[in-house]
């Protein structure tokens, strides 16, 4: 795992984008197709901006995998992730192969389904951010290390659900859905190459106790320190309660 540390949110998310663009243009060229999996939230905005805008891809040989959404919570929601990556990602880019998570749907038959067509071969890179609980996708701790399943239903803790109300998504934490369904850890960890987007101050204590501390299902996100193929984007702000030793270990220009 390679930390990369930038001065601001937006140098931060041209870099990440340039590194997922590379990454996309390769598969396609070697494999004649990309299989990617995509985040959403406050903290993928600027990347995926600068993602749709990327020169030389060819979306139309991209199939897109979903993260995470919420269970019962309709796409005209204004959180629905669902709702995220057709206007953010989806429509923007011109991709026209994609496998939605619907949240409105039975969420059992949900997981078997898109997990039996996300499992069937290889993801090229997977994008992900990291929650200020640390979590991965929705894998809030204490998260599940184990199993092989691709998707998962899961129960939200507070801390996420409060994360959500202070992002905007919602006015109150009575209304944000308790549970929802997630790419497991062990499913992110099979792609190829995973690109960590993770600015800001609010998410620094998280930061802090995912590559500090152990590597341990209480702090869901350490485990991408497990991955060789892994790059986490921090700015200023995100990095700042790292350590020296942290830094001159991890970090890179």
Known sequence: ????????????????????????RRAIRDRGRARIIAATGTSQLEFLDVLTRAEKVDWHRVELFHLDEYVGLPITHPASFRKYLLERL????????????????DPGEVVRHIGKLL?????DVAFA????????????????????????????????RRQQVGEAWFTDISEVPRQAISVSIRQILKSNEIIAVVPEARKAH????????????????????????????????????????????????
């Open 1 to 24: 795992m390679i930390l990369r540390i930038f001065k601001d949110k937006s140098s931060l998310s041209t870099a990440a984008a340039e590194q997922a663009a590379s990454a996309i």
């Open 90 to 105: 989806i429509h923007k880019a011109g991709i026209t192969k994609y496998h939605l998570l619907d949240g409105d749907a």
């Open 119 to 123: 499992s069937a071969e290889p993801v």
């Open 129 to 160: 951010g990291i929650g200020e609980n640390g979590h991965l996708a929705f894998n809030d701790p204490p998260a599940n290390f184990q199993t092989e399943e691709p998707y998962l239903l899961v129960n939200l803790d507070e801390a996420c």
């Open 206 to 253: 998280a930061v802090k106790l995912c590559f500090e501390g152990e590597i341990t299902p209480m702090a869901p996100a350490s485990i991408l320190r497990t991955h060789p193929a892994t790059t986490v984007y921090l700015d200023k702000d995100s990095a700042s309660l790292l350590s020296p030793v942290t830094l001159a270990a991890l970090s890179t220009t």
